[in-house]
């Protein structure tokens, strides 16, 4: 069990240009963390890197002291995409990809896809075509098949991106239920600055690949370090 | 000339319904052939497409661009350079493929086989990037994840053996040069067809050519019905 994450001085570069420079993070189990910033501020990369799909240019992830190569993060963290991506199946099956690969018999994975499809408001929608779906049932579909391995790290890249009001409701309770029972790191990258004061305990505010800001959300609006934090904050940044 | 074309259609027609034994046995030897054909393609063409499809190596641009332009290879070119290495006196004349069925399948599968590469391994390609990482970021292994796309691959590598069995099943120049129009031996429906009309013996061709397209049809609908299922 990962209590706590050491991310230390990552760094990407891609064709040439940095998109990661100098990250350095510590979190802790049970703890929602909120990575802001404009677009192209490396938030999708630093979540790639810690599930493992992309490896950092520079830099490592600690646990207990011990380094995490990709394919140990891959084990420990799942990731909800801001395009949900389904397989060509139906939801149940979906669901049950990740638990089929972890060995769980017929019994415990009708059991597991059960409740979560419920936590996501998708009762009896087991034999419908995923790929069917609305955008927004799909993207709960996606964080059932993510939260029902049960991940020491869950990363999610603008889950509520382009969602209708309903849809982005049910999938915040979800985090939110998530977070409060402790047992797992959560990061979340969005845009929605409202959504990272709901959710979070911490907001991480990333710009041009780099780490501004780090706080908790009362200090992080009230009384933000940077000049450019106080411009994103009031949505008055260019870029 | 419209009276003529109804009237062969009306013969043709009744050659089909009347179980024609000469008919049958050129159309199941055609099924048979280009079946071969398609097994083997699938044997040598589906590992390449799969190594193109979910790999990168050095080289890779190169090997589909040559199966791509392998694409467009005009039948008789390729049967006349298969009538040259399997002729008596050619180097593989040895294994006396000439005007026989199987030389006729080798034939066949080597025509197909660039097209079985690029369409499965474009659809392998495809599938790809989200599906690898969604798999990888569920805890799949590298091989759970490759499976996985082949899974999710699977309709469209499907097509591209139906694509290559179908363009077996009705090219003409290597079963004519390598097969030789032999009767109850190497004679396919398109040679047959070719041969029938030279002759002079439409109704003949036509009931031939209709089993040709309902077979090709046949096979290309059911798996779409599949496919909706």
């Known amino acids: ?46 979540l790639r ?30 990731m ?4 949900s991506v389904m397989f ?13 690969i972890r060995g769980f018999t017929k019994e415990e994975i009708d059991e597991k896809v059960s409740k979560a499809l419920d936590l996501v408001q998708l009762n009896g929608f087991e034999n419908r075509k995923a790929k069917k779906l609305s955008g927004g049932e799909q993207q709960r579909v996606a964080l059932a098949r993510a939260f029902v391995i049960e991940p020491e790290i869950l990363l999610l890249d603008e889950p509520t991106a382009n969602l209708d009001p309903s849809n982005a409701i049910v999938i915040e309770r979800v985090i939110k239920d998530l977070g409060e029972r402790n047992s797992c790191i959560i990061i979340l990258a969005t845009h929605n600055l409202h959504q990272a004061r709901r959710l979070s305990n911490e907001i991480v505010h990333m710009h041009s690949g780099r780490i501004l800001e780090i706080a908790d959300p009362e200090q992080f609006f009230k009384h933000p370090s940077t000049t450019i934090t106080k411009k994103f904050i009031n949505g008055d940044l260019q870029f | 000339m419209l009276e003529t074309i109804i009237e062969a259609f009306s013969k043709a027609i009744g ?8 008919i049958l046995s050129i159309a199941f030897r055609s099924i048979c052939i280009s079946g071969f054909a398609t097994l083997l393609s699938c044997i040598w063409g589906l590992p390449i497409a799969i190594i193109i499809g979910l790999s990168s190596f050095r080289g890779k641009r190169l090997v589909r661009s040559f199966f ?8 008789v070119a390729l049967g006349l350079i298969l009538y040259l290495l399997l002729s008596k006196s050619g180097p593989l004349g040895i294994f006396r493929l000439l005007y026989t069925p199987l030389g006729i399948s080798i034939g066949q599968a080597l025509l197909i086989t660039p097209i079985l590469v690029s369409f499965a391994g474009s659809a392998l390609e495809s599938t790809d990037v989200d599906i690898r990482d969604l798999a990888k970021t569920l805890g799949a292994s590298n091989i759970q994840t490759n499976f996985k796309i082949i899974d999710e691959a699977i309709w469209g590598i499907t097509l591209s053996i139906i694509a290559s069995f179908n363009r077996a099943f009705a090219e003409l120049g290597i079963a004519m ?7 109850y031996a190497t004679r396919v429906l398109t040679t047959s067809i070719a041969l029938e009309t030279a002759r002079g013996e439409i109704a003949f061709s036509i009931a031939l050519g209709l089993i040709l397209m309902a077979v090709v049809f046949s096979i290309t609908f059911l798996i779409n019905f599949l496919r909706r299922g």
């Open chain 1, 1 to 46: 069990m990962v209590n706590s994450l050491q991310i230390i001085g990552i760094e990407k570069i891609y064709d040439g240009i940095k998109v990661l420079e100098s990250i350095s993070l510590d979190i802790v189990t049970g703890i929602v963390i909120s990575l802001v910033g404009v677009n192209g501020s490396g938030k999708t990369t630093l």
């Open chain 1, 49 to 78: 890197i810690i599930s493992g799909l992309e490896i950092p240019t520079k830099g490592s992830i600690l646990s207990k002291n011990s380094k995490l190569r990709a394919q140990d993060l891959r084990q420990i963290s799942t």
């Open chain 1, 80 to 83: 909800v995409f801001q395009k």
């Open chain 1, 88 to 100: 060509n199946e139906n939801v149940y099956d979906n669901i049950a990809f990740g638990l089929k």
């Open chain 2, 15 to 22: 050659l089909i319904l009347s179980g024609d034994p000469e």
């Open chain 2, 68 to 75: 791509n332009a392998m694409l467009g290879i005009p039948t």
């Open chain 2, 177 to 183: 040069m390598i097969g030789g129009n032999i009767r």
